[in-house]
């Protein structure tokens, strides 16, 4: 059970569970200053780590290459880690071979897609109307990249936070979806998120697609426009993990569980909206992201403002840290990485897809910790996605159905988890080293957990 002490906070009640149990109390945890982060500073702040006899002391990270190696060489205990960090270590294409595992999800969304205002305008001369919609496709830019390709212009370059970030995929998917070949017409370079701003206002990068609060910093900054959230090109999208090594995962399981619990009662704290501005002050602080609290309060408070000058607009599930189960990591979003990192040339090996996936997330640890809080949970570990555009029911789930949040993409997609060699020849725009025979050979979907229809579809769901 879980009830609620004087300030607000989650308080557990699963009767004892001494300290000394723990295979190890005192923690480091790595971060990447992003708002994201949450779940990790709210534990730690609030005492949601302490209350599970958890010392913690969090890392600040300049980048995620840093998070990548401090965990796989055991200089962190654990960290808030992209969501395709784990799936590229079960592929081997890591620059240390150390498999990694994600125990939870830290929540969804939170990106956007920013470009410099020099970009923007250009953009503008071409198609006035057409930049002046919301959500603003690339469309435009397509038209300019032609342009600039004729009169012998250097290509764009845009940047990524890392190459199997879902920034990297999301770009691409933008791109790709009007027509642009990532690999072909445009350059994308790595930059760790604190760096993107200076960056673009440098002119070195025409745009870069980065979470909060760095968009939002480049706009009011005057230094950038934003095009398209992550919202808005794939709803409630994964985006970060908890992250571990496998082997410390082996050998510390009740400290696993216990960080589990902790993070999950951050977010059930986070998403209630009278959290927020406080949330977004525990954030602001130097050793955290460090940024001007106004400029986290933004997206924390589920607003955007996508041009210099102009004001915030609602922008609802922008950043989703427990509802419509966010914290759980399900496979079939590990699997859909999969099929990222093969669209796009990462690997040139085929694998079974799915084992990889299942290698990658373990949602057992979320269940564990649902049933102890009497929280609904899925009972599935894989479903498909683009089905729904707005809010649905996930019928297996126990001990009641789910609420779950729309998961429509921007170009009409769907993703079926029983056929991920089927989604990757759906796209005209790919860059792939392994034929799509050699993989659909190799995949014949077996799941531990069989992927069925996950419910029906209610209340505006398309």
Sequence with gaps: MVDKSANGRPRLSLGNRPGEDLEQRELTLGFVPLTDCAPLVVARELGMFADEHLEVTLSREPSWANIRDKVMMGALDGAQMLAGMPVASQLGITAV????IAALSLGLGGNAITVS????????????EAV???????????????SDRRTGRPPLTFAVVYPVSSHNYEL???????????DRDVRIVVIPPPQMV??????????????????SVAVQGGHGHVLITSDQLWRHKPEKVLGVTQEWAERHPLTLRALVRALMRAGQW????????QAAALLARSEYVGVKEALLRLPLTEQMI???GESAVPHPNFNVFQRHAAMFPWRSHALWFVTQIYRWGQVDTAYDMTAVAEMAYRPEYYREAAAAFGWSCPLIDYKPEGLHAGEWQLAQAVPEPLRMGADAFCDGGRFDPQDPAGYLESFEVATPRVTLETLRHMNQFQPSRPARTAGKASDGAS
């Design 132 to 146: 002046r919609h919301r959500p603003r496709t690339a469309g435009v830019l397509r038209t300019l990249i032609e």
């Design 117 to 128: 205002r020099r970009l923007f305008e250009r953009m503008r001369e071409v198609d006035a």
């Design 97 to 100: 071979r150390r498999p990694l």
């Design 306 to 308: 996508y041009d210099p």
């Design 198 to 215: 200076a960056r673009l206002r440098a002119g070195e990068i025409d745009g870069f697609c980065v979470g909060e609060p760095w968009n």
């Design 270 to 277: 986070l998403d209630d909206p009278d959290h927020r501005e």
């Design 172 to 182: 691409r998917y933008w791109l790709a979806a009007a027509g642009i070949d990532p």
